[in-house]
Nanobody, 123 residues
Framework: QVQLVESGGGLVQPGESLKLSCTVS????????IGWYRQAPGQEREVVAL??????????KYAEYVKGRFTIARDNAKNTMYLIMSSLKPDDTAVYSC??????????????WGQGTQVTVSS
């Protein structure tokens, strides 16, 4: 079974940094688009950043509110995706989840979610 597991969340002060990781395991043969989403208390889940492969390299897309502060990257050899977060703000407080379009050994593509990791930004 394909599984996505996030790690790296925690409590930080405003202006500090965190690095989140998402590891994909199971019987997979490929990953197309994978990204980070977040959900604050009482709010709907929203996209933070996406990354996909292309012949020219990785293509990334960021939400406007994280441009210049967050960087998304992936290591295909390790089946791991990262979100490097800097200049964190209290408004960044949320549960961060990874989601990927994962190609399973059967050849089918599945939309898979991790369970999330809590990021809290507070003084």
């Amino acid at each position: 079974q394909v599984q996505l597991v996030e790690s790296g969340g925690g409590l930080v002060q405003p202006g500090e940094s965190l690095k989140l990781s998402c590891t994909v395991s199971g019987g997979i043969i490929g990953i197309y688009t994978i990204g980070w989403y977040r959900q604050a208390p009482g709010q709907e889940r929203e996209v933070v950043a996406l990354i996909s492969s292309s012949g020219s390299g990785d293509t990334t897309k960021y939400a406007e509110y994280v441009k210049g502060r967050f960087t998304i990257a992936r290591d295909n050899a390790k089946n791991t995706m990262y979100l490097i977060m800097s200049s964190l703000k209290p408004d960044d407080t949320a549960v961060y989840s990874c989601n990927g379009e994962i190609i399973e050994k059967s050849g089918h593509m599945y939309d898979v979610w991790g369970q999330g990791t809590q990021v809290t930004v507070s003084s």
